[in-house]
């Protein structure tokens, strides 16, 4: 009777468990902890909670305990920064047989063409009273502090030297430089019956032996050397001869004389003049020609450009002599020079208060002088190698002098 009492007892006890763990199971799914993948916008690790039951036996319901559970994150990739590549090709094309021929380069306007210096018009002005840059002829004295003397150079006082005096030595060894810039040169110097030879150096490069003997002294110059644009160096030094008539080797410098062109002047000197080649003769003896060059047909040369200095004169002959008196010179007249066939102005000039105007031109057609105001004009001959050429123009007396503008 006590052992069924005690197991009902059990059985009874063993019911409400029963019953807690089928509604637990029912009530509760099965819990389980599943990797969750979580992509921050930083890319950055974060720690997701996730919660796990842990069932208890117990009368009362069971509670739940967070736990922290670790969640891979996403590795961000390495950022690549796109660049841009150009390739560049390059063409030669080669054209064999392909001739393409030359073309002038025009010159700008208003440029001035001159095949050398022009002569100088004496006075020159002196470089000693004005500053540099010079333009056209310019007179440097033998005291200029420019002109560098090797030994000591004595200095002579003449009436007829430029300036009034010059520079002499009896060494025939001495030199003298001077430094300048310009495309001409002409070198002033004493002649006399006891000076010597010299030799005038430009760049190292000898331009000229000059011989300075004369029966009675004289101030002579040089040719216009004609130079390059630039800097240059002048050199005068003895050239250890002398005249057979001369008494002495002395040196002497009276000035020396720079031409500079101006922005729109430019000196192109004519081509040199180069003998052609000519066919030796064969001999005749037991030689016969098979073939031989070509014959070279001549062709026509161009007239080069010269430079032409035309002077005119436009006076009032109030006496009636046929000739320029002073103060009968006619001041302000317009004295051009055309080219023939189209009458292009090539250069213009008025005249001073003497009547004296000249023009300096350079021309490879002919041409002519005009004085539009009286209807004058003369014919520059077109064969004319250059030089210079002088016009007068007489008004008769009833041209009076007030009536001329």
Known sequence: MKRRILVGLIVLAIIPWAGVLVFLHAQTPDLAALPTLLVL????PSITPSL???????PVPPTLSPSFTPSPTETAAPTLTPTLATRVLEISAVMPGVFVPPTLTPFPPGLILLPAPPQPLEPLPNATYQPPPYEGWYRFESDHPNVRYATSWERRLHNDASQGQYHRTENAGSALTFAFEGEGLQIRYVAARNMGMFQVMVDGVVMETVDAYAPEIAFEGTRIYTLSSGSHRLEIRGAGQKNPQSEGYVLSLDAVQV?????????LPPALETAAPTLAPLPAAGVELIAAPSTVQPTATPIPPRLITVSVVIAYDEN???SVDPAEGVRGISVRVVEVGTNRVITQAFTDGGGYAQLQVVAAAPARVVVPYFGKFWEINSGRAGGDLRFTLLLTPGNQPGLIP
């Open 259 to 267: 031409f500079r062109g101006s922005a729109n002047t430019l000196i």
């Open 52 to 58: 796990t039951g842990t069932p208890t036996i117990s």
């Open 41 to 44: 916008p930083t890319l950055t």
């Open 320 to 322: 009636g002599n046929r």
